[in-house]
């Protein structure tokens, strides 16, 4: 009698943790952005009457008047030509962006517009300077070409600033702040950079696929993520010419002038900022493997995943148990 008493207590507690699982019937919605020089997802949970999704898509659609490097209107391109603006989100991610360069000894350097237009990264085709080319216009680069203030951002000389490192990091972090507000669980697919915000309704990690750099069709690895999270990937296979057997990639190391030629195809950032990881994933990139492991272990504010030329995948501590689908060695502290 106790025994079948006994029996009956744990079935029912065995049904409540079953029903304490099951999933909540939350409609997930997709919405379609082309914005920032890409194509946009923004997939949200509950989001019945759509005010999220079209409130979303307005910050995206004006951000990217903030920072396009191209269009006439942009506070950006105003900027530029007038070397003075107190635009609010321009001057907020100058910023951030100033104390990114300092973090990463200059790895990140929001200065290399000049350099982007000299290869033909910002123009009509891609082109190979001589070495006085790129010497010259170094001259035009550096973290002592612009000032930030509480009024603005001034810009030295004939200094230009591009945000192509952090602009869709900053928007995810607006996006998310948004949500959080809402209470709308979220997966924003931003280009290169994801943003996860919230627990997934039916209980389960967030899945994010890694791009494989070789075949960028492919997806390389799983990656399972926990709440809010912006999870950014910089890689030599998202722009990018060949000429004479030697790959030249849109991200420039500030030291040389030259596209980054080192021993990474990509890494991968996993932080709780959108505009940290979009900064660090395109300063560890110029940093190469070695600099940015010593990054990460004098760090306690991100993971990463990198994938080197040879292909190896190396996963810091932190990550262990979430990366899968792939072979990968761990980096320790
Ligand atoms: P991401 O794809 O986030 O790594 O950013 C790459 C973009 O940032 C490039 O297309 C350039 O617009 C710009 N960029 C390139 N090199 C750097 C650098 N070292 N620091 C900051 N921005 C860069
Ligand atoms: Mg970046």
Not at 72 to 83: M, P, T, V
Not at 213 to 227: F, I, R, S, T, Y
Request: include cysteine; glycine fraction near 8%.
């Amino acid at each position: 009698m106790k025994r079948t008493i006994a029996f009956l207590m744990i079935f029912a507690l065995l049904l409540c943790a079953a029903g304490c699982h099951k999933t909540p019937d939350i409609p997930a919605t997709d919405t379609l952005v082309a914005a920032m020089d890409t194509e946009m997802t923004l997939r949200l949970y509950g989001d019945t009457d759509n005010a999220a999704a079209k409130a979303l898509t307005e910050e995206l659609l004006r951000l990217d008047a903030v920072f396009s490097p191209t269009s006439e209107q942009s506070a950006l391109f105003a900027l530029n030509r007038f070397k003075t603006s107190s635009d609010p989100d321009l001057t907020a991610l100058a910023a951030q962006a100033c104390d990114l360069g300092v973090r990463t000894d200059g790895a990140l350097d929001i200065t290399l517009a000049p350099l982007a237009a000299l290869w033909g990264f910002t123009g009509e085709g891609y082109y190979l300077p001589t070495e006085e080319e790129v010497a010259q216009t170094l001259l035009r680069t550096g973290a002592d070409k612009y000032t930030v203030s509480d009024s603005g951002v001034q810009l030295n000389g004939d200094a230009a600033l591009d945000f192509g490192a952090l602009a869709k990091g900053y928007a995810a972090d607006l996006c998310r702040a948004h949500l959080e507000k809402a209470g709308i669980a979220a997966l924003l697919s931003l280009g290169g950079n994801v943003q996860t915000v919230g627990q997934k309704p039916d209980g389960t990690p967030w899945r994010i696929g890694v791009q494989d750099p070789q075949d960028p069709q492919k997806v390389l690895l799983m990656l399972d993520v926990e709440g809010t999270k912006s999870v950014v990937t910089s890689g030599d296979y998202q722009r990018y010419f060949d000429y004479e057997g030697k790959h030249y990639c849109h991200i420039f190391d500030p030291a040389t002038g030259s596209p980054v030629q080192k021993d990474l195809r990509s890494v991968t950032v996993i932080a709780d900022s959108g505009t940290l990881a979009d900064g660090l994933s395109t300063a560890l990139f110029v940093m190469g493997f070695d600099a940015a492991c010593v990054h990460w272990q004098q760090s306690s504010d991100f993971e990463a995943i990198f994938v080197t030329s040879e292909g190896r995948i190396f996963v810091t501590e932190g990550l262990r148990e979430a990366v899968s689908e792939c072979e990968f060695t761990v980096v320790v502290r």
